[in-house]
């Protein structure tokens, strides 16, 4: 099938920066596009950003101008740059695959992925 590996979260104070990144694996075709969820404790998932395969990207308006995605096709990896992150910003992320086909078994599937998530903590 597919995995999608995540890294570079922590802990880092207010106002600083992480670059989280997300590498998808395995017998894939396509992917249409991937993209960055967060859920803080209580609340429901939400969409960070995204990319898709063409280079749009769509972003939560709290994170416009502080957070930047990008992504290598080439490589089936995403990048999400968070700088000036604030307390609010403190969740686990989750990457996603959108629509991503795939072989196995000799035969072509879509469906979406998810990563494992990695926590992002903001604090003094």
């Known amino acids: 099938q597919v995995q999608l590996v995540e890294s570079g979260g922590g802990l880092v104070q207010p106002g600083g920066s992480l670059r989280l990144s997300c590498a998808a694996s395995g017998s894939i075709v396509s992917i249409n596009a991937m993209g960055w969820y967060r859920q803080a404790p209580g609340k429901q998932r939400e969409l960070v950003a995204s990319?898709?395969?063409?280079?749009?990207?769509n972003y939560l308006d709290s994170v416009k101008g502080r957070f930047t995605i990008s992504g290598d096709n080439a490589k089936n990896t995403v990048y999400l740059q968070m700088n000036s992150l604030k307390p609010e910003d403190t969740a686990v992320y989750y990457c996603n695959a959108d629509r991503t086909s795939y072989k196995r078994y000799g035969l072509s599937f879509t469906r979406n992925f998810w990563g494992q998530g990695t926590q992002v903590t903001v604090s003094s």
């Open positions: 990319i898709t395969s063409g280079g749009t990207t």
